[in-house]
């Protein structure tokens, strides 16, 4: 008789082997397994951190102003959304075009630039690829910044050198719909590159040659061979390209705004920041709306994600795959490569410039005589500014933490028991992903201005607010490194007197580590860059580096903006570094 079809103890009560939930959950006799003294915690953790903020948010969302007469729930804000029905018209219509803009310019881009890193003999792939990691490093709201000081339209220093050259200009006039989907494009080519990256490279090319053999041209081979079979590939990474675009804020707040350009997640921002009093029930009833937009982009993403088998080309069948021969057009391939670092270098150059002078000035040789320290000597030694660096530091740590612990018992819980309500953890994990970062933001807000638990005003508030939002992404990397370890290993432990946590210890979390880490990297650099949950959540004294950086542009500090920001990105890009050389270590081949 197989271990899974031993019969039950003699001395078990009569329907002990039926499949009632406290049966599921009871402990073992030999007191080796606890998945109750496991499960229930977990699962209260995972209620705690999802359930509060989106039943705060729908409630506010029907709560009516402080200064209407209306008593008790209402539709009102609702209504006054829809109400000035061709204003909103245009703000969904702004947010759709700037989402599928953006998505569709990284897409084209970054699958253009994997397709030549991974299928061709292009050079500088593996610059590309440093790139690309170091892409994750540096914040988006300093890129940003970048951008707008090269391409402004009015002290934009290629639009400003553009017009000493020509007498014309502006070259490009970032503040509009084209400038917003043209930077947006941009922050998301580096990830497109690398999700695109991994199919191209698993493809087997004797589909390929096969079609050439048959008389196919070359791009006769790419549109019917390559292309169809990273199809799936491409829809999931231009849906997920599309939601996250829909999500963002920093380029519709910075870009947007100055140009009269408002979309889903900045009217939010207004919503509270405007006026004499915060209008907690429209921005409540904004974001309500704009969860649904962002679960309904989801569905198609979970049924492309689940069909993708169907493409499968990897077999047991060994093959080595073989690049393309570029020929004359190699080192232009090389050069296309090489816009991907160049993309994360312009933005830079302009704040190394502006870190460097006492103001705002165009690069020119006799402003050169202007050089100065004294943006760095002011930004390191404002109290402010260090205490944001400590309370990040300090948020960041404890986030990817507490993310990276609480995913690893659900991906234990989920793929390891018996527990029938096991697939509730699952779900519950998943929820935040419908949270935009503004929205998130509102509904933690919404949470503990209401729930007498004194987190509010400082900086446990934004631990709390990363843990939930954050804790998918953990998830999928927690589920992942377990699903590659044979429950044997630990059966075998346990049956020689192992308890869970010294199985845990020494064999689950030793082999599951890279996963576990690069999980804890990730989310540890993506809660510094984080602005849009920050600056909702802040108060005096617990700022943390993305409002610093918000409040310097705000108050036209560009040079102390500058000085810190490129201090800040050398420190995280060092961590990306540490990133980087763990990928290659376990499985990235970029030679």
């Known amino acids: 008789m197989s271990r899974d079809q031993t019969a039950p103890e003699a001395s078990e009560p009569a329907g002990a082997g039926s499949s009632s939930f406290l049966d599921v959950l009871r402990p073992s006799r030999q007191g080796r397994d606890y998945p109750l003294w496991l499960f229930i915690p977990c699962a209260a953790v995972l209620v705690y951190l999802v359930i509060p903020p989106l039943a ?59 397709w030549l890193a991974e299928r061709t003999n292009a050079p500088f792939r593996a610059v590309a690829y440093l790139a690309a990691f170091v892409s994750f490093a540096v914040p988006g709201l300093i890129k940003v910044i970048g951008w707008i000081l090269l391409l402004g339209p009015e002290a934009g220093f290629i639009n400003l050198a553009f017009k000493w050259v020509t007498g014309f200009g502006p070259l490009f006039n970032l503040f509009s719909m084209s400038g917003m989907v043209l930077v947006e494009g941009f922050l998301w080519t580096p990830i497109v590159f690398l999700l695109m990256a ?23 081979v790419f549109w019917k061979v390559t292309f169809p079979m990273a199809m799936p590939s491409v829809l999931s990474v231009l849906i997920l390209t599309f939601i996250r675009s829909l999500e963002a804020f920093e380029i519709p707040a910075l870009v947007g705004l100055p140009a009269g350009i408002e979309v889903m997640t900045t009217q939010i921002y207004l919503q509270l ?11 409540s009833a904004y974001s309500v709306i704009l ?22 080309t990897i077999t047991g069948k060994g093959f080595q795959p073989r690049r393309k021969d570029l020929g004359r057009w190699r080192w232009l391939g090389g050069l296309a490569l090489l816009g991907l670092p160049a993309l994360q270098l312009l933005p830079l150059t302009a704040l190394v410039w502006s870190s460097f002078m006492p103001y705002l000035i165009v690069p020119s040789w006799d402003a050169l005589s202007l050089f100065t320290l004294n943006n760095y000597v002011e930004a390191f030694s404002d109290d402010k500014i260090v205490r944001s660096i400590t ?65 509010y005003g400082t900086i446990w508030i934004m631990v709390i607010a990363f843990s939930a939002r954050y804790l998918p992404y953990a998830m999928r990397f927690s589920h992942a490194g377990l699903i590659g370890i044979h429950k044997e ?30 999980g804890w990297i990730y989310i540890f650099l993506i809660t510094i860059r984080e602005l849009s949950v920050a600056l909702l959540l802040y108060s005096p004294g617990s700022e943390v580096i993305s409002v610093v950086i918000w409040e310097l542009w705000e108050n036209g500090h560009v040079g102390t903006l500058s000085a810190f920001a490129l201090g800040i990105s050398v420190g995280t890009v060092l961590l990306a570094s540490l990133f980087y050389k763990l990928s290659r270590r376990h499985g990235l081949d970029v030679r």
């Open 56 to 114: 705060f948010i729908i409630y506010t969302s029907f709560v009516p102003s402080e200064d209407s007469d209306i008593v008790g729930l209402t539709t009102q804000n609702f209504a006054n959304i829809f109400e000035s029905l061709g204003e909103f018209e245009t703000l969904l219509w702004n947010s759709l075009v700037f989402s599928v803009g953006s998505a569709a310019w990284a897409l084209v881009f970054g699958t253009v630039m994997a």
């Open 391 to 455: 309370n990040n530091v300090t948020i960041s740590i404890v986030s990817a933490t507490a993310c990276v612990g609480v995913s690893f018992i659900t991906a234990w819980l989920v793929t390891r028991t018996a527990i029938k309500a096991r697939w509730s953890l699952d779900r519950l994990t998943m929820i935040p992903l419908v949270f935009p970062g503004i929205v998130m933001g509102v509904a933690v807000l919404q949470t503990y201005l209401t729930v007498p638990i004194p987190v």
């Open 273 to 283: 920041s405007e006026g004499y009093l915060p209008e907690y029930g429209n921005a």
């Open 489 to 518: 290993l630990e059966e075998s432990a346990t049956t020689s007197g192992a308890s869970w946590g010294n199985v845990a210890r020494k064999i689950m979390i030793p082999l599951m580590m890279p996963a576990l880490f690069a």
């Open 198 to 220: 991994t199919p191209f490279r698993s493809m087997d090319p004797s589909l390929e040659e096969a079609a050439v053999v048959a008389g196919s041209s070359d791009w006769q």
């Open 291 to 312: 969860i649904g937009l962002v679960g309904l982009c989801l569905v198609p993403y979970y049924r492309v994600t689940q069909h993708a088998h169907r493409f499968t």
